[in-house]
Nanobody
Framework: QVQLVESGGGLVQAGGSLRLSCAAS????????MGWFRQVPGKEREFVAA????????YYADSVKGRFTISRDNAKNTVYLQMNSLKPEDTAVYYC?????????????????WGQGTQVTVSS
């Protein structure tokens, strides 16, 4: 089992920045690929970014490429999502996810564990 706890969400003006954190416990973190997803009411959860177990590979949704950066610190069992140049359309609940494999994945059903989510609201 893996427990995931997100933090760092909040209210920010358009053009601003936020950094989300996801602290993991349980399964050895360093062997686990991680991802960030987001969801707005009435829509499906969508992929945002993913990082391999080593941090050597990352992948982003086109909508956030160049603005968001995913990273991880295996010594702290934590994955981060640095979000810059935020737009109102980035408003959503952001979820951290972990999978038993170490390779990147972009679909929700490829992930085995989920956090409770953290709200990000970007005002115009």
């Amino acid at each position: 089992q893996v427990q995931l706890v997100e933090s760092g969400g909040g209210l920010v003006q358009a053009g601003g920045s936020l950094r989300l954190s996801c602290a993991a416990s349980g399964r050895p973190f360093s062997s686990t690929a991680m991802g960030w997803f987001r969801q707005v009411p009435g829509k499906e959860r969508e992929f945002v970014a993913a990082i391999s177990w080593s941090g050597g590979s990352t992948y982003y949704a086109d909508s956030v490429k160049g603005r968001f950066t995913i990273s991880r610190d295996n010594a702290k069992n934590t994955v981060y999502l640095q979000m810059n140049s935020l737009k109102p359309e980035d408003t959503a609940v952001y979820y951290c996810a972990a999978r038993r494999r170490g390779s990147i994945a972009t679909y929700t059903d490829e992930y085995d564990y989920w956090g409770q989510g953290t709200q990000v609201t970007v005002s115009s």
